[in-house]
């Protein structure tokens, strides 16, 4: 008979996963982009993107849409993945989700250009699409 505390590989239930703890412990990481001056595209898509509503607790799903322009940087993908896997448990608007991601983005790349489109399942008979963009300054 298995203690029910447990799971059949015996690792206590309320034991972070190492998934979790990767999300957890996520941030955005960058490596040196490898053609510094060519302009060229680089198209992310990520179709599993969930957080929660901030007013209701409902489970909110989208596909984040990332366009961007590197300068000196490229975001590393793995790195990325987890980075938006930490929005699971978020309790954030649409909006505010797709600002914070830019922000981050910016944040860690300083691209060129970048583009963040979050394209949300309808919900209550109401599809919603935000999408918000930078562009770097010239100094």
Partial sequence: ?????????????????YGEREIAEGKLITFPNPRIGRRYNIDISLPEFTC?????????FATIYINYVPDEKVVELKALK???????D????????ANQ????????CDPLEITVKADFSPRGNV???VEVTHQKSNK
């Fill in 1 to 17: 008979m298995s203690d029910s505390s447990t799971e059949s590989t015996n690792f206590p239930i309320a034991e972070m996963k």
């Fill in 52 to 60: 929660k509503c901030p007013f209701s607790g409902y489970p909110d």
């Fill in 82 to 88: 987890l980075y938006i896997n930490s929005y699971r």
């Fill in 90 to 97: 978020r309790y954030i608007s649409h909006e505010e989700s």
């Fill in 101 to 108: 991601i830019l922000d981050d983005f910016v944040s860690a």
């Fill in 127 to 129: 599809h919603t699409v």
